[in-house]
């Protein structure tokens, strides 16, 4: 498995406390993950993201650098959307 | 009005090119807009600031800082909740 893969969450449809302790298995084995999402779920990587920072301000974690796009997606009729994107790293503090 | 409030736009329930519109009209007047929402609305704010982006590219406008925060809200049931924030700087670059 790549290393990209190991640091990345991305959020989809299950219970928000699924990707924070996801999120926090990984941040107890890496410096930095990021949480990614896109579209309807980009809500909850903020919600995902303030819980985790939230839980562990106190050893040494916060939020970093925010990054927003947009991917098109083709959907089943054939035509092409975009949809907004956003990845919010979480690392250690130095 | 007080600067903090003409230059910022409150993303809510309109169609997304409300939003748009808006943000474009305060652009043309100000170097920074900062383009905000909370909870459900937070993924519209993204949509907002990508259509703004791509069709002000070639004026010299991009994405800037990105934040995350979250605001305790009292229900009406009198129980507080938290719900997560977003705050996304569009500016004129130099």
């Known amino acids: 498995m790549s290393n990209e893969s190991r640091n990345t969450i991305f959020i ?3 219970p928000l406390m ?3 302790t996801s999120t926090l298995i990984q941040l107890a084995n890496l410096p930095t993950v ?3 999402a896109r579209g309807m779920s980009i809500g909850h990587a903020v919600d995902v993201a303030q ?3 939230r839980k562990t301000e ?3 974690y916060s ?3 925010i990054k927003i796009g947009s ?3 083709e959907s089943q009729d054939g035509r092409t959307r975009n949809v907004s994107t956003i ?3 979480v690392k250690r503090n130095n």
């Open 12 to 14: 989809g449809k299950k």
């Open 18 to 20: 699924a990707y924070v």
């Open 34 to 36: 990021y949480i990614k």
């Open 51 to 53: 819980i985790v920072a």
């Open 58 to 60: 106190n050893a040494g």
């Open 63 to 65: 939020i970093g650098e």
């Open 71 to 73: 991917e098109s997606l």
């Open 87 to 89: 990845e919010i790293e």
